[in-house]
């Protein structure tokens, strides 16, 4: 059988990102911007031409040093890409205006081929107004449009044609500039959209701005400014978000079911009362420090009130409650409009003093009296401590850190008073035995020297026959006395090592116990009086024990000196 060694050779050398599939590598690459796809792509001769199929297409002018370059490179892969494949998403990013030449390419080649998602971020440096090429697709799922918050942009007057599309969002975008028109309506061809977000959005010269859409169910208004009327023309509008907006008024539908609403001042939000509403959190930032609440503005909470009445899950931040309790004659003309309450919520979170934040009781009623199951929750935190709170608790830390040091140190002496009772134990065998043992070797002395006397006068009176037999025998106890007195001395010299051990044990305890009890009396002293007598009094006894310890120590010290210097003289006259 034949092999094609080449081809077995470049199936060993093939690294694992080249044996991955395409739709993977497409993936990965999609994460960068397109101009590094194509760099990335030459690397390896089967990624060659796989940038021109990739279906995401990722376009940002910063990779370039000027705009003509950009447009220059935007030109070629458009031309060069495999035209039978689709674009699912394309990402844009430059600086300048929308008009440019290149941004009407890349839309256009996105739209014919049938993309389903579009973000298109610009820089522009003066306000300009956007190409009518960028709204209109047919394809169009997702569109993502903003620009720089400095310089707001001009979207077209006339509806944007995107049957497809279900998720919007627009930042910083100008809606309307002159006053020619009465009302503005973008959105009413754009029939299955479901998310809707405007953030940094202005309308202007018009007396109203019209949101037309059928199947609407989610929007999100952020940061706009609208001097006239919103009207919102969406029945399956469910939840509506609107944050730090200054609009003249939000006509919302009534099947509204969530409503979060946070700004300065309440916008009214319906004609009609919000009759299917489920859950509204409502924040308004009317507290101003060292100010007492305006009566207007507790009218116009009072009413911001009434249109959620019919609200289960109510959350109110804790500006309302005060403002409100803080004019009981202005609640007392007002029923309670809340009648299917399940659950009340002050949130003070945002509150640097939310400890001082109170309700009276005519506001409370004014909430709950037609929901008296309802749940109530109000948790506000501890007022901060006074100066002469921080300075009592700063000393009441200070005497427990002491009395904390002060019992560390005693467990310490009280385990070294037992140590040294273990200590003063062992000492006492030893020195029993060292006591014994020189005994014992003083007396082998004194015997041996009486033996020699003796054989000495027996010498003298002895034949010269017999003189050399007598020397033998005195040597021969010589030999045997000495020996034993070698064993003698050789354990007596054990026990005075071990003696010299504990005696330097005894030293350190000693000293041991004079530091504790040193340290424990000056943090005594920085102890009030009652409490230090307290202290005093609960280890009286152990500081008892402690001096009574030192007291016999000393004693001990000079006893096992006495003995060991005893020894040491008699080894000195032994050995001379």
């Known amino acids: 059988m034949d092999f094609d060694h080449e081809n077995v050779r470049s199936d060993i050398n093939e690294d694992r990102l080249s044996s991955l599939p395409d739709d ?11 101009k590094f796809a194509v760099q990335t792509c030459l690397l390896s001769s089967r990624w060659k031409l796989l940038w021109t199929s990739m279906p995401c ?12 370059k950009f447009a220059e490179f935007v030109t070629h892969v458009l031309s060069h890409r495999n035209h039978q494949i689709e674009v699912t998403s394309v990402k844009l990013s430059f600086h300048g205006e929308a008009s440019q030449a290149f941004v009407r390419k890349i839309t256009s080649y996105a739209f014919s081929h049938n993309v389903q998602e579009l973000t298109v971020v610009s820089f522009p440096r003066n306000h300009h107004e956007f190409p009518p090429c960028l709204f209109s697709s047919p394809s169009l799922k997702h569109f993502t449009l ?43 061809k754009c029939v299955n959209l479901k998310n809707l977000t405007l953030e940094s959005f202005v309308v202007e010269t018009v007396e109203g701005f019209d949101i037309i859409t059928p199947r609407l169910s989610n929007l999100t208004l952020i940061k706009g400014r609208c001097l006239q009327v ?3 023309i969406a029945p399956q509008l469910e939840n509506l978000t609107v944050i730090d907006c200054s609009i ?51 009218r116009k909470t009072i009413n911001m009130l009434q249109e959620v009445q019919s609200a289960r899950f109510l959350t109110l931040n804790a500006d309302i409650v005060e403002c409100i309790s803080s004019f009981p004659d202005l609640l007392s003309l007002h029923p309670s409009p809340f009648s299917n309450l399940i659950c009340l919520n002050i949130d003070s979170s945002m509150r640097k003093d939310a400890y001082k934040v109170k309700i009276s009781t005519e506001a409370r009623n004014f909430l709950l009296e037609n929901s008296p ?26 005497k427990a850190k002491l009395a904390a040091e002060i019992e560390s140190h005693m467990m310490e002496l009280r385990t070294s008073l037992e140590q040294g009772k273990l200590h003063f134990e062992t000492k006492q065998r030893f020195k029993l035995g060292f006591e014994d043992l020189m005994v014992r070797l003083q007396a082998l002395t004194k015997m041996q020297i009486e033996s020699e006397r003796t054989l000495i006068e027996q010498v003298k009176e002895s034949a010269e026959i017999l003189k050399a037999g007598m ?68 280890y009286s006894r152990l500081l008892q024990e402690s001096e009574a310890r030192s007291v016999h120590l000393i004693s001990e010290r000079d006893a096992s000196c006495q003995i060991i210097d005893a020894y040491e003289k008699f080894l000195s006259y032994m050995a001379s």
């Open 57 to 68: 297409l990722n376009f940002s002018s910063r990779h370039f040093g000027s705009l003509p």
């Open 146 to 188: 903003s620009c720089n918050f400095h310089v707001l942009c001009l979207a077209p007057k006339t509806p944007w044609d995107f049957p497809a599309l279900t998720s919007l969002r627009l930042d910083a975008v100008r809606f309307c500039d002159d006053n020619t028109r009465k009302s503005v309506d973008l959105f009413s």
């Open 248 to 298: 003249k008024y939000l006509n919302a539908p009534p099947g509204l079911s969530s409503l979060y609403y946070r700004g300065y001042c309440f916008s009214p939000l319906s004609k009609d009362r919000l009759h299917s509403l489920n859950k509204a959190t409502i924040w308004l930032s009317i507290y101003c420090s060292n100010m007492p609440y305006k009566e207007e503005d507790a």
């Open 230 to 232: 919103i009207n919102l």
């Open 373 to 398: 199951s309802a749940t109530f929750i109000m948790a506000l935190p501890e007022a901060p401590p006074t100066k002469a709170m921080q300075q009592k608790e700063a000393r009441a830390k200070k």
């Open 471 to 538: 020397q033998m025998q005195v040597y021969e106890r010589e030999i045997i006395g000495t020996g034993i007195r070698a064993q003698l001395v050789t354990q007596i010299e054990a026990c005075a090592g071990v003696l010299r051990a504990l005696l330097k044990q005894e030293c350190e305890e000693s000293e041991f116990i004079f530091s504790r009890k040193f340290v424990v009396g000056l943090l005594l002293d920085n102890l009030p009086k009652r409490q230090r007598t307290e202290i005093e009094a609960c």
């Open 24 to 34: 993977l590598i497409h993936q990965i690459l999609s994460c960068n911007d397109i």
